[in-house]
């Protein structure tokens, strides 16, 4: 992907989440009690920048703060792959799982606004083979 598919579509990607429940959750959690730079939403952004990249390491996420719109959405200049490996293990679960049903809530409210009352299914690709052959 070039530099404006990062720069067009990571605001789409950030967009629908509800930072005021995210940041309720966070205090609620005493996530960010300590932190500095890494806070939880940051972290988030980045963890999305990652997704949308398809970055293979927290090497590959913190090479990606050269970009200078990064660094304004985010907050900081530079994170070291240690310090994004401490976040991932002290992350608390919880917070995570609340974004995830706030957005799968939001999802199902504009099914059924556009009359759609389909099932939202929701599939775990990391357990998937993928057929690379094809």
């Known amino acids: 992907m070039d530099k404006n598919t990062r720069k067009s579509s990571f605001g789409k990607w950030v967009s629908p989440i509800n930072t005021k429940k995210l940041m309720e959750q966070v205090e609620k959690n005493k996530q960010d009690s300590y932190t500095k730079k890494l806070t939880t939403e940051a972290y988030i952004k980045l963890l999305l920048l990652a997704q949308l990249q398809k970055f ?22 530079s994170i070291s792959p240690s310090q994004l490996s401490r976040k991932n293990n002290e992350i608390n679960p919880a917070i995570l799982s609340h974004l995830f049903l706030d957005l799968v809530c939001k ?27 094809n």
């Not at 090497?59 to 959405?73: F, G, P, T």
């Not at 759609?116 to 990391?126: A, F, G, Q, T």
């Open 107 to 133: 999802i199902k409210g504009i099914h059924f606004k556009n009359g759609k009352n389909m099932p939202l299914k929701i599939i775990d690709s990391s357990t998937l083979p993928l057929n690379l052959t």
């Open 56 to 77: 293979d390491s927290l090497e590959e996420m913190s090479d990606a703060l050269i970009d200078d719109e990064l660094q304004k959405i985010l907050g900081f200049e």
